[in-house]
T-cell receptor, first 112, second 109 residues
């Protein structure tokens, strides 16, 4: 059974650009959530999607957005990149509320 | 606002030692507590503790939940160098995870 797949693995962008990250959950998992991990702030929740609907959103500016497709794949977009957006972005999926979350290997974003 | 605090921040031990990692939480509506191991990138799921499942064990790892005192511990016995990682504790709050800062464990031969 394939795990959670995130692409790309690494990205380097310049300030002001925008970026799109992709996440394919484990087959059958309809819940997909996104997290930002930085050395200073640790792991912070960005948003969660279920059946193409955003159910929950973290405390991040509107430059951070996402969506989920009918096949449960999800994308996250960050516009007008800032240096502080440099982080590891992790995606997680789960089978239901009685199960743990399975994380992907993440996308390492560097903003220069 | 829900809060999860882990201690210690880092720990250095020798192979064969037993370690105890701590996780305390202050949450408005407890649902479940998760433990993860993060070596490089992807956090790997270890345990899920709920009101109906307050003790879990897998090999050399075990975890308990004390709902009265609002904490959980993760025990690792007979540590190995492969146990070196950051261990994360997280509370499940309405479909999002609130993480602690993690405990960095280094196991030397």
């Amino acid at each position: 059974k394939a795990g959670v797949t995130q692409t790309p693995r690494y990205l380097i962008k310049t300030r002001g650009q925008q970026v799109t990250l992709s996440c394919s959950p484990i087959s059958g998992h309809r819940s997909v959530s996104w997290y930002q991990q930085t050395p200073g702030q640790g792991l912070q929740f960005l948003f969660e999607y279920f059946s193409e609907t955003q159910r929950n959103k973290g405390n991040f500016p509107g430059r951070f957005s996402g969506r989920q497709f009918s096949n449960s794949r999800s994308e996250m977009n960050v516009s007008t990149l800032e240096l502080g957006d440099s982080a590891l972005y992790l995606c997680a999926s789960r089978a239901g509320s009685n199960y743990g979350y399975t994380f992907g290997s993440g996308t390492r974003l560097t903003v220069v | 606002e829900d809060k999860v605090v882990q201690s210690p921040l880092s720990l250095v031990v020798h192979e064969g030692d037993t370690v105890t990692l701590n996780c305390s939480y202050e949450v408005t509506n407890f649902r479940s507590l998760l433990w993860y191991k993060q070596e490089k990138k992807a956090p790997t799921f270890l345990f899920m503790l709920t009101s109906s499942g307050i003790e879990k064990k897998s090999g050399r790892l075990s975890s308990i939940l004390d709902k009265k005192e609002l904490f959980s511990i993760l025990n690792i016995t007979a540590t190995q160098t492969g146990d070196s990682a950051v261990y994360l504790c997280a509370h499940v709050n309405t479909d999002k995870l609130i993480f602690g800062t993690g405990t960095r464990l280094q196991v030397f031969p």
